[in-house]
């Protein structure tokens, strides 16, 4: 009991790790950081408030759910002038989509805040995408519509959301990086080795250097999409290179 | 010719009728009044921007159905601290549905500044709330989030949402209104008349009316419909007063 309590205690003052730690994935300060708190409490928990509200991250995540709908939704207006109303509903889909949401909250690690009774590998894989959602929510009720927005740019739109990917006209970023340096005659290599760690399931690990600095590096449950994450990011840090130099 | 060129003039100029119309329902100004133009135009016209790109309001639609999602979602949220995502869910389902949208858009006669080359009598029932939301869409995009929320306030929570009846615990305004007409020694009477026009299915109309004064007015296919309508609108009128007096 003495070390929830402390848990529990850190996670509801501004000087704390956890405030930190929000911090630096929300990229702006958290106002009242009891509210990324419940994000990260599981029902298992029984949490309750003064009034015996249950508080746990379910009923932000049905927030954060619908915040993510609207500024995808506004996202893809804007940027796509020429798709209907299918195409663009089709495209918000792939982007909210739990499998997508998933490794969003896999790729921040999210899981790691998540107070629960029950231990990380009693979950299934949703979880990370419920807490993603769940954050994105309590980031609504503490900062507002502005600030949520800001973070599901940083977060979601900027890094991951690629009509062209999406759209399926880019189906390997590993191909595409190769094609990149061959062309450019850059000395390319995916180091890969296990990264097993303290997870229940086999690891992978890929340093992508190029010309010998490493640039990107991710970590995934088999090589192949070890790389092709490492490679993802590798693109998005040379983006504006790329698709000057390949086009 | 002539006539529609005539009406698109009028439509995107800031002193027009269309103008002060939307003005009107809105509760505030309109910045760029072509994007409510593009609300109320439908894809029969096949109008196009300079670009080539088709003018109708399909994809207004598809972000104020966004839009709405997330406004209902706070909402709700912080109205009912005791729901959980399951009932929150639920209630934004009944809020936003099809029925309740398409209520909406005729409430406010939408339709009359629908542009098409298609008699609005081949319509189906679902074009009422499809310009609703088209119509919030092209809020979002003209004035943003806050005024967006501020329109959704004032047209969809404020008159109709009542977590009450959302609930089911209200089964009718009828008996409700009556209730505490008798309780409170008033007299009440529902005038009831066929009011067709130029619809093509049979309408009512009633006028109700409290001590001889007209409080509430309202139109429907059937008398039932009718009456309960004008019932509802009565207790929003007397909100305050009924549910004092009648707990």
């Known amino acids: 009991m003495a070390s929830i309590k402390h848990i529990f205690h850190s996670r509801t003052t501004n000087d704390g790790d956890f405030f930190y730690a929000i911090k630096k994935i929300l990229g702006f300060k958290p106002k009242d950081i009891s509210i990324y708190n419940e994000a990260f409490t599981h029902r298992s928990l029984h949490e309750t408030n003064k009034k015996g509200v249950p508080q746990n991250y379910e009923r932000l995540e049905f927030l954060g ?17 020429t798709g209907d109303e299918g195409y663009l509903t089709k495209m918000r889909s792939k982007i909210v989509s739990r499998e997508h949401l998933n490794e969003l909250g896999r790729d921040l690690n999210l899981i790691k805040f ?35 927005e800001k973070f599901i740019y940083k977060r979601v739109i900027k890094p991951y959301v690629d009509i062209e990917r999406l759209e399926g006209k880019i189906i390997s970023y590993k191909s595409l ?13 995916f180091n890969v080795y296990e990264d097993t760690g303290k997870d229940e399931v086999k690891h992978f690990a890929v340093k992508l250097k190029l010309n010998n600095e490493t640039i990107a590096k991710a970590r995934a449950t088999s090589k192949k999409k070890a790389e092709e994450r490492a490679a993802k990011r590798a693109y998005y840090k040379f983006q504006e290179k790329i698709e000057k130099e390949l086009n």
């Open 65 to 81: 759910d619908a915040m993510l709908g609207s500024v995808i939704a506004a996202h893809l207006f804007n940027k796509v002038p």
């Open 114 to 148: 998540l107070k629960s009774s029950v231990s990380s590998e009693q979950f299934g894989g949703n979880i990370h995408g419920n807490i993603f959602e769940a954050l994105v929510g309590a980031i609504y009720l503490d900062r507002g519509y502005k600030y949520c």
């Open 177 to 189: 990086f190769i094609e990149w340096c061959q062309k450019n005659k850059q000395k390319f290599n």
